[in-house]
Structure formats: structure tokens, C-alpha cells
């Protein structure tokens, strides 16, 4: 390899190595950024929310088995079923009336839940209730 | 005291097979990181498969299963292990593939200790922040599911239901069961478990890239391979919220790295044996991970089924002994315990999908929208930053590169291929399911680009130059 050509691959290779550098530390900087204060760490504490509110529930339901969930629609809904599911494993929480208990989360938003054919058992709080079903399969 | 016995025994297994599979005493520091950053993803591995199996066979003492699995392994480690013969082999390979200026080098090694410690400062509070991981998939699937195995007794199948939505029963069980694991030795769940084990499969990946290119290529290339990997913010994101495709990524990985090692060690007329068979679990394990393990499995068996030398049909013999325990773990798992996933449920819906030419042109668009915008990088996108790169650094006239060079872009092609044809099928809204996975099902195959991208570089003269280290 002629000298004229080492010297001009040995600049390319510095100057692709410092770009590639330092395209690399503005995305770790931005990250940084990102990440926000350690001081300031706002922990999510929906989890945790959610099990102290399906605690009270818990106790009453058998351990294992299938109960019936109604909660509210839309993307918040789906949530709120999930971390229900959650809180209450190893049961199975199914979104349905169908089943001689069912779990119902009222949020304080409208509409409330479609609780016809049911008949309340006991209210925890926080709005997670237990009804009953006595036409289910 | 539980703690500790959890931690030592899960990653004392997962040593002992490392080296019980790589017989040379480790002398470089790149060679004991490599091997260090197996064995917590291999030992994790185990650790699942034995919670498993003693859910499954309904064995009581965890902990004094795990005290015989652990014998065991240490029996077999100093009886069966054949003593290392191979000369100084790493000595032979460490190498320099971008020779740089020593001010330069001091730079990028800042640069890559800096990144670093972002990653990790990044990842601890965005674990600290999001206990219960970031996203649905982590307490709707893969924490779900470790709660049914720790609070089902028996029972644990209930949690596989079709009656719980979207939370894809057919999900294979490495992390969730891993996760019971802990929880188990520890007597009680806590959020701590799947936070840490997130954490600690991201950095054993940016140590396992690293390490492995120090070996093959020499410390420039390592250090510019982990940077690119711990500044992609995606990474670490996904790394710490608790979802299983950064521990997939590491087994990608892991498969490929050990076979351009045990090449590496062929080419010098060495022979490890046991490194083939380290892929193989590697491969068992990304396959009981997630589905998308099993593709991968198939396009690494293809692309080395392709090579027609002796050594190739022993190489893939030696894969699919290795992998055949797995397979079967997994193909039971489906039979007895999962539903048929979601995707390949309505078959006769899937017939006018493969033949409207729309879905492809949708895809293909979204292909080519998250390649640019992959990784949420910022100013340059990492993808656009190695091609790059490549173009400044590369020069044209070059030495060929090497058939497993080539198999190993093979196997990550079949595989785009195959997340291609999962999407044509697909009984999801398109748009939908593009949106919310196609970043992840990228993020999966990036440790690998990176590390196969570094070792396309050939050596600058042709020749290898001693390394820096």
C-alpha cells in the first residue's frame, strides 16, 4: 500500500471513529436526559395500589378457580382487568359475568360498569366490589 | 442468606457448564469477561428449567434440588473435563482489526466507560422507577405467568387459560420461571427479582459483545461494538422493563459468538469441541425464552446445513444434540400445558393474506420506517451511523469474508425473513401489531449486527497487528 494512500486511510479511519464517537455520547447524553433527576424519581406505583386494593378481595375469594371481572371499558379498563388479574393470581380472572362470582372495579369516571343480573355480595372499598351470580353456569 | 444462595448457586451453574464446555483455563481478562457474561445468562437458564421441572414433577426442596444439580455439575466438571491442552489460542487471536492513534484510543475508551455508566444509571432508575417493569407485557405476561408458578402449587396451569386475554399462554417459560425461582428461594415474590434479572441481561449482553470482539478483533473494535450497544437508548429501555427480548438478544448472541470463536480456534488448527456444544444450549435456551427463538433455530441449522464440509455436518450434529433436550422441553410444554398461539389459529384466514400484495407493501414500508428510526437514537440513527461508518473506515480493496462471516448474516436474514412472513400472516390488525412489536423484534437481532458488522471490518494491511491491551 504507497504512503499517500495509508496516510488518507489512516484520516478516514480517525474521522469515521470520532463521528461514530460522538454521535454515540449525544445519544447516551440525551439518555441521560431522559432518565431525569435522580433526586426526583417518581416511582410507579400502580402495582403496588393495585394489590393493597384487591387485598381485602382476596381473602373472601376461594384459591383457586375462575371468577367472572367487570370493570370499564376502553384502554383504562384494560388495565385495571390486568392488574386485577394480577393481584388476584392464581385465580382466573375472566371478563365475564358468567361465573357465579364476579369481581366489579368501579372507577369514579362514568359509565359504571353493567352490573344487570347480578346481586352485590360485599363491598371493599376503593372500588372493587364482589357480586354474585346465581343464573351462571 | 437466601439471597446469596440463589445468587451463587444459579451462577455457579451456569460457570460450571461454561466450563465444563470450554476446557482451556481463561488468561486474559476478555476471555474470563466472555465467560463471565455466559455463564449469568446460561446460568439463569438453568436455574428456569430446573424450577420447572420440579413445578412440573411436583418435588418439593427447591433449594436441595439445587444443592444436587450443582454437585452434580462439579462432579461432572472435574471428572469428565478433559484438561486443557490447547497453547496460548486468545494470545493467537487478539489482534487489532482498526489500528488508531493512541490519543484516539484514550478517547474511545473514555467514551466507552462514560456510556457505560449512563447505561447503567439509566437502567437502575428506570428499574427503580417502574418496579413492576414498563409496559403491559411485564405484569400481564411474564410476571403473571411466574406468579402462577409460584402461587399455583398444582395448580400452576390455571395460569395458562385462554380465558386470560392477550397473555399468550404459548409464551415459552425461561423467564417467568426463573423468576418463581428466586421467588421461591427468597420465600416470598418481590419486584426486585424480574427488576434484576433484567438488569443483569443487559449488561452480560454489552459484555458478551464486547469481550467476544476484544477476542476476534482486538480492544478498538470491542470498545466501539459496546458503545454503539450501550448507547442505544431502546436497549437499556427494554433492558430493564422487565420483557423478554433483551434475554433473547443475549442468546442470539451468545449462539453466534461461540461459533466464530470456535472457527477463530479451527483457523488456528484448535480445537474446542465444547464450544459448538455451548451454541446449542445457548440456541435451547433463546428457544425457551420466546417463539421467536425457534425461528432463529431453524435459520442457524439451515445456513449451517448449507456448509457441505465434514466439519459442518459435525457442527450442526453437535447444534441439534445440544438443542435436542430444549426441543423437547419445549415441544411438551406446547402439547401439554399451552394453546396454540393466536397467529396460527385461524388457518384458513391465512390464505388471503399471503396473496394480497398490500400486506407486503405495508410491511416493507414499516421495515424501512424502523430501520431509520430504530433504536431511538439521537441526532444520527445507530443504523444509519454503521453504514456510515463502514463507508469512511473500509477501504475497497479488501479480503473476502469468511463462510461463517457469511452463515451468521444468513441465519439474521432467515430470520428478519421469517418475523416478515409471521406479519403477512397475521390474525392481529397490521397496523396494530407492526406499531407495538416490530421495534422489539429488531432490538432482538441488534447485539448480533453489532458484533458481526465489527468482525465485516477486516484487519486494515490484511495482516493482524498486535493488540494495545
Known amino acids: ?137 | 442468606m437466601a439471597l446469596a444462595w440463589a445468587v451463587i448457586s444459579c451462577l455457579a451453574s451456569g460457570y460450571l457448564i461454561v466450563a465444563f464446555g470450554w476446557s482451556r483455563e481463561p488468561k486474559l481478562p476478555d476471555e474470563k469477561l466472555l465467560r463471565a457474561s455466559l455463564s449469568i445468562g446460561l446460568g439463569i437458564g438453568v436455574f428456569s428449567v430446573i424450577y420447572f421441572l420440579v413445578n412440573e414433577y411436583r418435588l418439593s426442596h427447591v433449594l436441595a434440588i439445587d444443592l444436587v444439580v450443582l454437585v452434580l455439575l462439579v462432579a461432572a466438571f472435574f471428572t469428565l473435563r478433559r484438561p486443557g491442552s490447547t497453547p496460548a489460542a486468545f494470545e493467537i487471536l487478539a489482534s487489532e482489526s482498526i489500528a488508531l492513534p493512541p490519543w484516539l484510543h484514550r478517547v474511545l475508551s473514555g467514551s466507552f466507560l462514560f456510556a457505560l455508566i449512563v447505561a447503567l444509571y439509566s437502567a437502575i432508575l428506570r428499574s427503580i422507577a417502574h418496579p413492576d417493569g414498563e409496559g403491559w407485557d411485564a405484569f400481564a405476561i411474564w410476571n403473571l405467568h411466574a406468579r402462577y408458578l409460584f402461587r399455583g402449587g398444582e395448580h400452576w396451569r390455571d395460569g395458562f387459560s385462554p380465558l386470560i386475554p392477550w397473555s399468550h399462554p404459548d409464551y415459552p417459560l425461561l423467564l417467568p420461571s426463573a423468576v418463581a425461582h428466586f421467588w421461591s428461594l427468597l420465600g416470598r415474590e418481590t419486584t426486585a427479582v424480574p427488576g434484576v434479572i433484567g438488569l443483569a441481561f443487559t449488561f452480560s449482553t454489552i459484555g458478551l459483545l464486547f469481550s467476544s470482539l476484544a477476542i476476534l478483533r482486538g480492544r478498538n473494535s470491542a470498545m466501539l461494538g459496546g458503545l454503539a450497544l450501550a448507547s442505544t437508548p431502546f436497549f437499556v429501555e427494554q433492558g430493564s422493563a422487565q420483557y423478554a427480548d433483551v434475554p433473547l438478544s443475549f442468546f442470539f448472541l451468545a449462539v453466534i459468538v461461540l461459533l466464530h470463536l470456535n472457527d477463530a480456534y479451527l483457523a488456528e488448527n484448535l480445537r474446542v469441541p465444547g464450544l459448538v456444544g455451548l451454541a446449542g444450549m445457548a440456541a435451547g435456551f433463546a428457544i425457551w425464552t420466546k417463539n421467536e427463538g425457534m425461528l432463529f433455530l431453524c435459520a442457524c441449522v439451515i445456513t449451517q446445513m448449507t456448509g457441505r464440509s465434514r466439519q459442518s455436518t459435525r457442527r450442526v450434529a453437535t447444534l441439534l444434540a445440544a438443542v435436542a433436550p430444549f426441543l423437547f422441553l419445549v415441544v411438551w410444554f406446547k402439547h401439554s400445558v399451552a394453546f396454540p398461539n393466536e397467529i396460527f389459529f385461524n388457518r384458513p384466514a391465512m390464505l388471503p393474506k399471503i396473496l394480497d400484495p398490500s400486506r407486503y407493501w405495508v410491511i416493507v414500508k414499516w421495515f424501512g420506517k424502523d430501520f431509520l428510526r430504530f433504536g431511538e437514537w439521537w441526532p444520527v440513527p445507530g443504523t444509519v451511523l454503521l453504514v456510515l461508518f463502514y463507508s469512511l473506515i473500509v477501504d475497497k480493496h479488501r479480503p473476502q469474508r469468511g463462510p461463517t462471516l457469511r452463515a451468521s448474516v444468513w441465519t439474521l436474514g432467515l430470520t428478519l425473513a421469517g418475523y416478515f412472513a409471521i406479519y403477512v400472516i397475521t390474525t392481529y390488525d397490521l397496523y396494530w401489531h407492526l406499531r407495538f412489536s416490530l421495534n422489539r423484534l429488531f432490538l432482538q437481532l441488534w447485539p448480533c449486527v453489532i458484533f458481526l458488522f465489527f468482525l465485516a471490518i477486516p484487519f486494515e494491511s490484511g495482516k493482524k497487528v498486535p493488540n494495545q491491551a
Open chain 1, 1 to 137: 500500500m504507497s504512503e499517500p494512500h495509508s496516510n488518507r486511510q489512516r484520516a478516514r479511519t480517525t474521522t469515521g471513529v470520532l463521528l461514530f464517537t460522538v454521535c454515540c455520547l449525544l445519544s447516551s447524553l440525551r439518555m441521560v436526559y431522559k432518565t431525569g433527576n435522580p433526586l426526583h424519581i417518581q416511582v410507579d406505583d400502580a402495582g403496588e395500589l393495585s394489590e393493597k386494593r384487591f387485598a381485602g378481595l382476596r381473602t373472601e375469594l376461594p384459591n383457586r378457580g375462575v371468577v367472572g371481572y367487570v370493570g370499564e371499558s376502553g384502554n383504562a379498563g384494560t388495565e385495571d382487568y390486568y392488574r386485577a388479574q394480577y393481584a388476584l393470581a392464581p385465580l382466573v380472572v375472566d371478563r365475564s359475568k358468567d361465573h357465579p362470582l364476579v369481581v366489579v372495579s368501579v372507577s369514579t369516571l362514568p359509565p359504571k360498569p353493567d352490573t344487570t343480573g347480578l346481586e352485590p355480595v360485599k363491598n371493599f372499598g376503593n372500588g372493587v366490589l364482589l357480586f354474585s351470580n346465581k343464573g351462571a353456569k
